[in-house]
């Protein structure tokens, strides 16, 4: 029985193939590296509903980063996830300019997302703010929010 590694969210595509030289040594040797799509499981609402791709797949990763605080959870690394429970207690005009760091730190970690543009941090109440900003990703454009409680 062959072991299923559910981490790895999708095999290699087997049409791709990137190939680099080596020569460090003697001669050139040609290494194959698999390339890797972001094919990923579909989740919501806790179960598994199918798989996605690109897009749709980079939408449910600044979601799932949005939702996951950092250096928390032992499965992931020290770049994943977000640093916005560090602003709770602070003052609303620091939480403004802050914000737009720790949300580019958190989804650059991702190397399929090239840009975020904050649109709009406006408050809520004495306690929350809300965040409106735009993802640039290899696959397209798309827009999220977020409230921020501080």
């Given amino acids: 029985m062959d072991d299923i590694n559910l981490l790895d969210p999708a095999p290699p595509n087997e049409d791709i193939v990137i190939t680099a030289i080596d020569t460090s040594i003697e001669g050139d040797k040609e290494v194959e590296v698999p390339f890797t799509p972001s094919l990923t499981y579909k989740v919501e609402g806790g179960r598994i509903l199918g798989k996605i791709d690109e897009l749709e797949a980079v939408q449910q990763a600044v979601s799932?980063?949005?939702?996951?605080?950092?250096?928390?959870?032992?499965?992931?690394?020290?770049?994943?996830?977000?640093?916005?429970?560090?602003?709770?207690?602070?003052?609303?005009?620091?939480?403004?300019?802050?914000?737009?760091?720790?949300?580019?730190?958190?989804?650059?970690?991702?190397?399929?997302?090239?840009?975020?543009?904050?649109?709009?941090?406006?408050?809520?109440?004495?306690?929350?703010?809300?965040?409106?900003?735009?993802?640039?990703?290899?696959?397209?454009?798309?827009?999220?929010?977020?409230?921020?409680?501080?």
């Avoid at 609303?92 to 802050?98: E, G, M, S």
Wanted: hydrophobic letters at 35%; zero cysteines; aromatic letters at 12%.
């Fill in 64 to 150: 799932k980063i949005l939702m996951t605080e950092r250096f928390v959870f032992e499965i992931y690394s020290d770049q994943y996830g977000n640093d916005l429970n560090e602003l709770i207690g602070k003052d609303i005009p620091y939480v403004k300019t802050a914000v737009e760091n720790i949300l580019k730190e958190a989804f650059y970690s991702d190397d399929r997302i090239d840009e975020i543009t904050i649109n709009e941090v406006s408050q809520v109440n004495r306690q929350t703010l809300y965040v409106s900003f735009t993802v640039s990703s290899l696959f397209g454009h798309f827009e999220a929010e977020t409230e921020v409680n501080t």
